[in-house]
C-alpha cells in the first residue's frame, strides 16, 4: 500500500466506519452466490429453450425477413400449406406411422421371446447375447445403412416400406429386447411356479401370468420403438429411395429448399411425439426395471 | 461354457435365435460386406488400397474435420455433463437443482433432424442467437455472422448428446454411498473438489461408456452435418451418401465407412486400455 492510499484510507476510514455500512459483508457473498446460481441457470435454459422457441416462431412466420428480430406477419397461412394434398406431408406422416407401427409390431415379435430368454440367469452366454443386440449402436450405422440398401436391391427391398422396417427394426431391437429382458426379469418366479403348481402348461403360465405382469415395460419399449422409427433418418434415406418419404426426409427436403416455415411445421410434428414420451416415461418405466436395463 | 449347459436350454436358445439372425443378416452381415468392399478395385477386378487413395486424394480435409468435430463434440459433452449431473448430486438449494432437473432433458428425445433444423434458424445470421445478442448489446450487427459450418455441428451435437450423457452420469452418481462425500463436506472440502477428487474417479466407467456412445452417435449422423453444412469441408457421412447416390461409387463410399469403423474402434480401444489399466473389467 502506497503512503498515498494509506492517506486516503485513512481520511474516509472515519466516514465508512462500520456503522454507515451494517452487515453489508454478511449479505453479499450468498446473494451473489443465488445470483450467479440463477444466471447460469437462466443462461443454460436459454441454450436449450432458445431453438426450440426459435423454431414455434417460425411455425406461425408468414413474413420473417432480415434483419427484424421478430416476424413482420404472423399467421398459420402455412399451416394449410402443409396439409394440403399435394404438398406431401399428410402422405409422409401417413408413411412415417404406417412404418413405424409394422416397426413395433415386428421388434416385440422378436424381442419378447428373445427378452424372455435373456431374463432367465441359466441362459449359457447370457452377457454375451446381451452386447450382440448392442452391435447396432456401438457402430457408425451410415456405412452400413448404404450396405443394406445394396443388398437389399438384389431383392427388391430397396424402396418398398418393408426395406424401410427392416432397417428401422434393427436400429430399435437392442432397446426392444433390453427392455423386455428387464421387464421379464422383474416379475419374479413366484407367481410364475405358483401358476405352474396349479396345473398350467408353460405357454399358458406365460400369456397369464409373466406377458401381463411384464406389459407396462413391454408397453415402454414398444414407445420407444415407435419414436426410433419415426425419427429414423439414414437408413430410410438409403433404403427408402426413391418411392418411400418418411417426414424426416420430407422434412429435410423442405430445409434444404430454404422454406423454414414448412420445415419448422415438419419439425414440430416430428417433436410432440418425442416430448410427449419424455414427459411420460416415468409411468412405464419403473425404476426397478430402468435399473436393470441391458444388466 | 460347457456344451450340456447350452444344450439344456435349447428351448431359451430357440426363442432367442430369430432376434440373433435379424441382427447377424441385417447388421453384422452388412458391416463385414462395408468393411470387405472398402478393399475392392471394381474397375481391375481385384483387392487393393486404391479406394482409400482416392478416399485420401479427394476427402482428407473432411476426414480431419470430422475427427475434430467428433472428438472436440465429445470432450464438451463430458465436461458439461460431469458438470450437470455433478450439481444435481452436490447441489445444495433444492429449488435450483430442482428446475436445473427439469429444463436439462428436454434435448434427449429430440430427434437429430429436428435438432438440425432447429439450430439452422437459431445459428443462422438472422437467427434468435444474433438477434438476442445483438439485443442485448453483445454484438455489433456489423460483425453478426453465420455459425453454421463445424461450428455449428458442434454445437448441435453437444446440445443433443448433453442431455443424454448427463442422465447416465447423474444415475451413476446418485447411486453412489453418499456417506463420503458428506464427510468430506464437514472437513470442509469444496463441492468442486469433492466432484474431481471423490466423486468422478467412481463414476468413471460410466463416463466412459456415455461418452463412447456419444461419439458413436455423432459418427453416424448423416443428417446434421446434411443440414448445417453447406458446402466443403463437410462430414465423411455426406460425403459417403454423395458417393454412393450421386455415382453408385461403393468403394470409396466403402472406404471412408472404413475410416469411421476405425474411429470408433480407436475409442474403444482407448476406453478398454483404461478399464484394463485400472484392473478392472470395464463395467
Not at chain 1, 429382458?181 to 405357454?203: H, K, M, T, Y
Not at chain 2, 487393393?48 to 482428407?60: E, H, P, Q, T
Not at chain 2, 461418452?211 to 452435418?225: D, E, G, K, Q, Y
Not at chain 2, 466403402?254 to 469403423?261: D, E, M, P, R
Request: glycine residues 6%; proline residues 5%; positive net charge.
Amino acid at each position: 500500500m502506497s503512503s498515498r492510499e494509506m492517506c486516503l484510507s485513512e481520511t474516509s476510514r472515519r466516514e465508512m466506519s462500520l456503522r454507515n455500512f451494517p452487515l453489508r459483508h454478511a449479505y453479499v457473498p450468498p446473494m451473489t452466490g443465488t445470483f450467479v446460481r440463477f444466471a447460469l441457470i437462466g443462461l443454460f435454459a436459454a441454450i436449450i429453450f432458445g431453438p426450440l422457441l426459435n423454431m414455434l416462431i417460425w411455425t406461425v412466420a408468414e413474413a420473417w425477413y432480415f434483419p427484424a428480430k421478430l416476424p413482420q406477419r404472423w399467421g398459420f397461412a402455412f399451416w394449410t400449406k402443409v396439409f394440403r394434398p399435394e404438398a406431401g406431408a399428410m402422405k409422409a406422416l401417413s408413411a412415417s406411422l404406417l412404418i413405424a407401427c409394422m416397426t413395433v409390431a415386428l421388434s416385440l415379435a422378436l424381442a419378447i421371446p428373445a427378452g424372455y430368454a435373456l431374463s432367465k440367469r441359466k441362459l449359457p452366454l447370457r452377457s454375451l447375447f446381451l452386447l450382440f443386440f448392442l452391435l447396432p449402436q456401438a457402430f457408425p450405422t451410415v456405412a452400413v445403412h448404404m450396405n443394406i440398401a445394396r443388398i437389399f436391391y438384389s431383392f427388391g427391398l430397396t424402396g418398398t416400406i418393408w426395406g424401410v422396417m427392416l432397417v428401422h427394426a434393427i436400429q430399435g431391437l437392442v432397446f426392444a429386447v433390453w427392455i423386455a429382458s428387464a421387464s421379464f426379469a422383474a416379475i419374479g418366479d413366484d407367481q410364475v411356479e405358483a401358476a405352474r403348481n396349479l396345473g398350467a402348461s408353460p405357454l399358458r403360465a406365460f400369456m397369464t401370468v409373466s406377458l401381463p405382469l411384464a406389459a407396462p415395460g413391454l408397453m415402454a419399449s414398444a414407445i420407444f420403438v415407435f419414436l426410433i422409427s419415426l425419427d429414423e433418418f439414414s437408413g430410410t434415406f438409403f433404403v427408402g429411395v426413391p418411392d418411400v418419404r418418411t417426414l424426416p426426409l420430407t422434412m429435410l427436403n423442405a430445409a434444404l429448399e430454404g422454406n423454414y416455415q414448412i420445415a419448422s411445421i415438419t419439425a414440430l410434428l416430428l417433436l410432440v411425439p418425442s416430448i410427449l414420451f419424455m414427459l411420460f416415461v416415468e409411468r412405464f418405466l419403473k425404476a426397478d426395471v430402468l435399473a436393470s436395463v441391458g444388466k | 461354457m460347457s456344451t450340456p449347459r447350452l444344450r439344456n436350454n435349447y428351448p431359451l436358445v430357440a426363442l432367442l435365435l430369430p432376434a440373433l439372425l435379424m441382427v447377424g443378416l441385417l447388421f453384422v452381415y452388412p458391416l463385414l460386406f462395408s468393411l470387405a468392399y472398402a478393399f475392392r478395385n471394381e474397375a481391375e477386378n481385384r483387392w487393393d488400397l486404391a479406394n482409400f487413395s482416392k478416399a485420401f486424394a479427394l476427402y482428407g480435409a473432411d476426414v480431419s474435420l470430422t475427427i475434430g468435430v467428433t472428438v472436440l463434440s465429445t470432450v464438451l459433452v463430458g465436461v458439461l455433463a460431469v458438470a450437470v449431473a455433478g450439481y444435481l448430486t452436490l447441489g445444495e438449494n433444492p429449488r435450483a437443482v430442482a428446475v436445473l432437473r427439469w429444463i436439462y432433458r428436454w434435448p434427449m428425445f429430440i430427434p437429430f433432424v429436428v435438432a438440425a433444423q432447429l439450430m439452422r434458424t437459431f445459428l443462422a445470421k438472422s437467427g434468435m442467437l444474433n438477434n438476442s445478442l445483438m439485443s442485448l448489446g453483445l454484438l455489433e450487427p456489423l460483425n453478426a455472422m453465420s455459425l453454421l459450418d463445424w461450428r455449428g455441428v458442434v454445437v448441435t451435437f453437444v446440445w443433443k448428446q448433453l442431455p443424454f450423457a448427463a442422465l447416465l452420469i447423474s444415475g451413476a452418481m446418485a447411486a453412489m454411498d453418499r456417506s463420503l462425500m458428506e464427510s468430506a463436506r464437514g472437513l470442509g472440502a469444496g463441492r468442486l473438489r469433492i466432484l474431481i477428487e471423490i466423486v468422478l474417479p467412481q463414476v468413471r466407467a460410466t463416463v466412459g461408456v456415455s461418452l463412447i456412445l456419444s461419439f458413436v452417435t455423432m459418427l453416424s449422423a448423416l443428417s446434421v452435418p446434411m443440414m448445417i453444412i453447406a458446402g466443403s469441408p463437410t462430414m465423411i457421412t455426406v460425403d459417403m451418401a454423395w458417393r454412393v447416390n450421386s455415382y453408385g461409387d461403393y468403394g470409396v463410399a466403402n472406404a471412408l465407412g472404413f475410416v469411421s469403423f476405425a474411429m470408433s474402434g480407436v475409442a474403444a480401444w482407448f476406453y478398454l486400455r483404461q478399464g484394463l489399466r485400472e484392473g478392472g473389467q470395464p463395467k
